[in-house]
């Protein structure tokens, strides 16, 4: 007798569409709703209103230039700043008010505030003294095997990498399993090297212990390479929201346009589909009418050699992978990035191209 074939049945994730896997949208873990903070009559406020949601497990970067209101911000939802105004929900339930100690969230400082004087091992039970000794030391040696440091655990800080105490520092967050893990640029102790490699672990981290994230960062790279959302902050509020791709293509402001990446800011005449600018008409990202800004990245123009051309190029900056140029055009000055084959050396006459739609901007 020959046994049935079984019919193996595999179910699709809910996620998964034949083009691959989309995002699903995660469950709301964190509502600000018009968080606002005033230190100085006179002065203008250091938060001016600032909303927005935060999924389970979802890492949002806030990111704008110094005093900007991200450390305030983040202060606010971790407790050590009061509010003058707005609600601070965690899951449901309204934490405004409740010291940090009861609200339930990680905050991984600056500076890690390790405890010197104990070792590695020690510093991660700290959090966890209301465990039993066996489970908690059981559970700290877990957090260290998951942020690679095993084998470490009876070293002091001082005997440690910036990278490493930083790992502390977050083992010893995660140890209590926080829904949610304020970062105040953590990674600024860090050099350069460490600082790239820190942050991706960081991110592998918190999405393998499920925690969401917030990070406070001045730095655009960081926040695109880091962020499944980055909220742009300009004098106490913020101006964008958006996935690092959604706001790198489409920034609402020149302002945006320059913070994240790097951007031509340059004047037109809309009409529908089609802008008028001093390097003829161009397609648009979007319909716009009348007179607008326009953002156009360095990397959607091309440079072409032409003896006779109306521009040349007054500066050049090698990257390895690209080069940089600085190209005048009359009165205009645009940065343009191409690969790294075609070099054409300051004072070459030359054409611009721009080779793609260009964004109408506020
Ligand atoms: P940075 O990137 O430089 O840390 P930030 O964007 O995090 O800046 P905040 O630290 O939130 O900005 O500061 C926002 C504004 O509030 C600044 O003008 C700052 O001087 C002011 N400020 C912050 N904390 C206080 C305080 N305790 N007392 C008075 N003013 C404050």
């Known amino acids: 007798m020959t046994a049935t074939p079984k019919i193996l049945s595999f179910k699709m994730p809910a996620e998964a ?6 995002p699903r949208r995660a469950q709301t873990l964190l509502e600000v709703k018009g968080l606002r903070k005033h230190f100085t009559q006179g002065d203008t406020p250091a938060v001016a209103g600032v909303s927005f949601d935060l999924g389970e497990g979802e ?16 202060r606010m939802i971790g407790g050590f700043e009061t509010p003058d105004d707005g609600q601070i929900l965690l899951r ?45 030391e059981l559970r700290a040696r877990e957090m260290l095997a998951l942020v690679g440091l095993s084998g470490l655990e009876e070293r002091k800080p001082h005997e440690l990498s910036g990278g490493q105490q930083q790992r502390v520092a977050l083992a010893r967050t995660l140890a209590v399993a926080p829904p ?37 960062t001045h730095d655009q790279e960081e926040a695109m390479a880091v962020a499944d959302r980055i909220a742009v902050m300009e004098n106490g509020r913020v101006v964008q929201i958006g996935t690092p791709d959604e706001i790198y293509r489409n920034p609402v ?22 802008v008028k600018t001093e390097f ?5 990202s979007r ?45 205009r000055c645009m940065l343009v990035i ?9 004072g070459s006459r030359v054409r611009l191209r721009i080779c793609d739609c260009v964004v109408p901007l506020g």
């Not at 140029?325 to 009165?331: A, L, P, R, S, T």
């Not at 191409?338 to 300051?346: H, L, P």
């Open 287 to 331: 319909a716009a009418n009348g007179a607008v800004s326009l953002s156009v990245r360095p990397e959607q123009i091309m440079l072409e050699a032409d003896p006779q051309g109306p521009a040349s190029v007054v500066g050049r900056e090698f990257r390895g992978h690209d080069q940089l140029y600085w190209v005048q055009e009359g009165e």
């Open 17 to 22: 569409t034949p083009l691959g896997f989309r």
């Open 59 to 74: 890492m949002l970067a806030l990111l704008g230039p110094s005093g900007c209101g991200k450390t305030t911000t983040l």
């Open 180 to 216: 949610l893990v304020l970062m105040d640029e953590p990674f600024s102790n860090l050099d350069a090297a460490m600082r790239v490699e820190t942050r991706q672990e960081v991110r592998k981290l918190l999405k393998s212990s499920g925690s969401a994230g917030i990070l406070v």
């Open 253 to 274: 402001s020149a302002f945006v346009a320059s913070f994240l990446g790097r951007s031509n800011i340059l004047p037109g005449t809309a009409s529908g589909m089609v």
């Open 92 to 136: 449901g339930r309204n934490i405004t008010r409740l010291p940090p100690e009861a609200r339930g969230i990680g905050f991984v400082f600056q500076d890690y505030a390790l405890f010197p004087h104990l070792d590695v091992l020690a510093n991660v039970k700290f959090g966890l003294r209301k465990l039993p000794r066996v489970a908690a």
């Open 338 to 346: 191409s690969g790294a084959g075609a070099a054409f050396e300051v």
């Open 280 to 284: 003829g008409n161009l397609p648009l």
